[in-house]
């Protein structure tokens, strides 16, 4: 999987766990797409200071990752042969 696509899993995953500034850059550059400048003039701002708090917070994530190992829990359990709803169960008591 792209760095990118693993980065916004592991963001579904552990959003809860980052600030409100973070959450609000990273949902802007990963998911409004928006560039650093624009963030930056959005959030009167440093272009560097937008840089610095996203690479934080994607650092933080894969700490996160590392340490619970969620992604990597549900990934097994996709890849499970066994009844679907058994599985669904599992994997929506894991996401909540």
Do not use: G, P
Request: aromatic share 14%; proline share 0%.
């Amino acid at each position: 999987m792209e760095n990118r696509e693993l980065i916004i899993a592991y963001y579904d995953l552990y959003a809860n766990l980052l600030t409100e500034k973070q959450r609000l850059y990273f949902e802007d550059y990963y998911f409004m797409d928006y560039s650093l400048s624009e963030i930056a003039d959005n959030y009167n701002v440093s272009r560097n200071a937008i840089y610095d708090l996203i690479k934080k917070s994607c650092s933080n994530l894969e700490e996160y990752e590392s340490k619970m190992h969620l992604y990597e829990k549900i990934e097994k359990i996709k890849n499970l042969t066994i009844d679907s709803k058994i599985k669904e169960n599992i994997l929506s008591i894991l996401e909540d």
